[in-house]
């Protein structure tokens, strides 16, 4: 006889579980190739739209970059349509000063090029003779002169040139208005920010940091090329180069163009000053350019106010390259808020992509324990994981025999 609990209970059902589906995976070289094929038809397709993406992202980082100005109109009790004309015709004036300061120095400089002729004429003739001791005619020479500056070459220059101003005109037309509709629709961005927050956190917090890096790299950039525009005044007025307030306006502009806008700032008035005091005086130019430059946007900059949008300089250098041949000259000027932005909202969002973050950043965060690779870091270790130093032995004196 067995009691009811010790009865024999019967056995659960055995239940095979079905085997593991294989998942379809590309091969990795495979999944690299169409990201590079991707990544090219992207940049190609903004390429060819580039006279509307242009004005729209340039307006938007305007807009941004005023956005503190608007916000702190509205803490202190200013109703939100008058917070945002007040930002907007910021903006509206920062393009204008900008605007006509670029056409005072063109005016100024085709007026005072004419009378630098004979200055002209002999650093023309001591060209010619260098190019002789290279091996270059002197008939060679003038039939390159006249084929670039034949009636025909000279006609193609001005068709270019109405086309860019044309061009040009429409850029700042669309700027324009793509600035007067962003600050419209910006009095009612926190109330939608709040509304996407509650379905989509990780995009507002996205957004969040690439206006954070937007609004930090236009207000450093902006000042510390009044700066270096206001230094470069006056070492042209030290070294007597005329045009001087011109060259510093036109330090100023190509202040912001990443990496490589000293450079271009500091070629006319190099040249103006080797026309007007000499090769000397122009030597002396290119390196005081050379010099306050480095040492402001290298040096001081950082230390002051950090890296404006954290990426590397080689990663700066390539963005200047990559978005000037997508959006065309202004792409030079977006190059870093660009990239910013790809960053912010494509890169850091997805964890499989952290190692592309920390290959481009700035900041280096602490190494994990253990030896690197022998390629870039042969045999580093963490500190503490460094064997400790061996002790020296101290030899204690004999004692004395008395």
Known sequence: MRWPWQRRQQPA???????????????????????????????????????????????????????????????????????????????????????????????????????????????????????????????EALQQLR??????AIASTVGSLASDAGAVLGFVATLFVVIFFLAWDSMRLPDRMQRIAVTNPDLVRGVDRFAAGVQRYWVVTTLFGLVVSALDLVALMALGVPLALVWAVFA???????????????????????????????????????????????????????????????????SLLVWAFALGPVGALLALPATLAVKTMLVDPDPRLGWMSKLISNKVDAAPPGRLGRAVSPGVRPRDQRPPTAAIPVQEPPASQG
């Open 147 to 152: 084929n670039a500056f034949s009636p025909g």
């Open 252 to 318: 100023f502009v190509t202040n912001y163009i990443p990496n490589i806008g000293f450079v271009i700032g500091t070629v006319p008035p190099t040249l103006m000053a080797l026309l007007a005091n000499g090769p000397l005086n122009a030597l002396l130019t290119a390196i005081l350019f050379s010099v306050i430059n480095f040492v402001m946007q290298s040096l001081v900059q950082p230390k002051i106010a950090g890296d404006a949008v954290g990426v590397t300089p080689a990663t700066s250098f390539l």
């Open 13 to 139: 059902p055995v239940v095979q579980a079905e085997p593991p589906r294989e998942r379809w995976a590309l091969p990795r070289t495979l999944i690299v190739l169409i990201s590079v094929i991707a990544v090219i038809a992207v940049l190609i397709a903004l390429n060819q739209v580039a006279s509307f993406v242009a004005p729209v992202f340039l307006g938007l980082n305007l807009v941004v970059a005023v956005m503190p100005l608007q916000q702190w109109l509205l803490r202190i009790g200013a109703p939100r349509l008058v917070a945002a004309l007040a930002s907007m015709l910021t903006v509206y004036g920062f393009l204008v000063a900008l605007l006509w300061s670029i056409y005072w120095s063109v005016q100024s400089l085709m007026t005072e090029l004419p009378g630098y002729s004979s200055e002209f004429n002999r650093l023309y003739r001591e060209t010619l003779a260098w190019l002789e001791t290279l091996g270059v005619s002197e008939d």
